[in-house]
């Protein structure tokens, strides 16, 4: 299968150098702006971030489908702030309406205190019980003919059917992330890409080999998504002088330095070994900000960041999750070179597979 590429949409104009484009007020010029440029550079799908307090991700997604072609969503949901009922439907709806360009991503909260200011007062290994409910549930809404009942410790259905159905067979991919437990057994029985943060490449195989082995208990195969934050310059030199500009860019700003779940604990725990890692990924900026979001960098030229990241597709992860810390630049610049240069490579992996096999 090609490899995929991913990016990250926000719905108003950053400034400066910035660690997340979610936030804030709603530009809908920009936000047409920013989806179009993802799509001209050759992205495959974007990300739709959530927070308590920001736009409602599949208004967002909407919007931005209703002015691009072919790029898709994956658009963050929560499960527990709605119904998993209505859910379904939603994203059944937004599946039809948009030609089958959904994906799911689900989160259980970036913290307790977050959930708080949405009513929910459950917290996170519980979040993940409810979350592996709530996804039995959607998933039967999704693909069964006939209403159905239910009754679970967080929910309970009498005669639940959903007449929509998704485009997309047997139904949208449903990615998730997470270090902990509770997310990889809700992940291994409900998800289909597990989405993991830019580690090194003997840890990623660890983990891939981990995921396999939990999802072949439910006779699933799962896919793998990995983020990264390509900092790229025409010679190698000058992209470590763009990286340590970001990072005294970002040194200034007010990050909590403690982790925040147990996947920044493995990025600290990680960056606290080195600043560099297989010759191009670079950690100081994720120590900087206490690992908030997918702060891995890969640094060198185009063809050195996407040879990089193509030892990661050899080790079996299918899409990439690319952004940087100029956000409508960084999706420019790397459609120039970086993606069809991870484009070519991946499809030339897979001749010399089918070849050799």
């Known amino acids: ?45 974007v990300l739709v971030g959530y927070y308590s307090s920001s736009a409602e991700g599949f208004n967002v997604a909407s919007y931005a489908a209703a002015h691009t072609r072919s ?27 948009s030609g089958g360009r959904l994906a799911l991503h689900i989160i259980a909260g970036v913290s307790d205190q977050e959930q708080e200011s949405e009513g929910d007062f459950l917290k996170k290994d519980a979040r993940y019980e409810r979350a592996a409910e709530y996804l039995s549930v959607v998933r039967r809404m999704w693909t ?9 410790p967080y929910y309970r259905f009498r005669g639940a059917w959903s007449a929509v159905k998704p485009l997309q067979k047997p139904y949208p991919p449903v990615f998730f992330g997470g270090s902990s437990p509770g997310a990889l057994s809700m992940g291994a029985e409900h998800c289909d890409v597990f989405a993991l943060y830019g580690e090194p ?12 082995q939990r999802c072949a208990a439910f006779g699933r195969v799962p896919r793998f998504n990995i983020s990264f934050r390509p900092i790229i310059a025409p010679t190698e030199g ?27 604990e493995r990025m600290l725990a990680i960056a606290a070994r080195g600043d560099t890692h297989d010759e191009r990924l670079w950690m100081p900026i994720a120590a ?8 891995s960098c890969l640094v060198g030229t185009p063809r050195q960041v996407a040879d990089a990241m193509l030892e990661y597709y050899r080790l079996g992860v299918g899409s990439f999750l690319i952004r940087g810390f100029d956000p409508v630049g960084d999706t420019t610049e790397y459609g120039r070179e970086l ?7 991946a499809l030339r992996i897979d001749a010399q597979a089918a070849v050799a096999a």
């Open 71 to 97: 790029l898709s969503f994956l658009i963050a949901h929560r499960p527990g702030i709605v119904s998993p009922t209505l859910a379904a439907r939603a994203a059944a709806t937004f599946d039809h309406l």
């Open 144 to 152: 069964l003919d006939k209403p159905f009942d239910h009754e679970g």
């Open 339 to 345: 993606i069809p240069m991870l484009k070519e490579g």
């Open 288 to 295: 900087a900000t206490g690992a908030k979001g997918n702060t």
């Open 1 to 45: 299968m090609p490899v995929r590429v991913i990016g990250m949409i926000g719905v108003e104009p950053p400034k400066g150098t910035t660690l997340h484009v979610i936030g804030g007020g709603v530009s809908a010029p920009f936000l047409k702006e920013f989806a179009q440029a993802h799509e001209a550079a050759g992205f495959d799908m």
């Open 201 to 212: 490449l003997k840890e990623t195989a660890e983990r891939i080999d981990d995921f396999r």
């Open 238 to 264: 000058q992209a470590w002088d763009k990286a340590h500009q970001a990072l005294r860019d970002l040194e200034g700003a007010n990050f909590t330095k403690g982790a925040q779940d147990k996947s920044a």
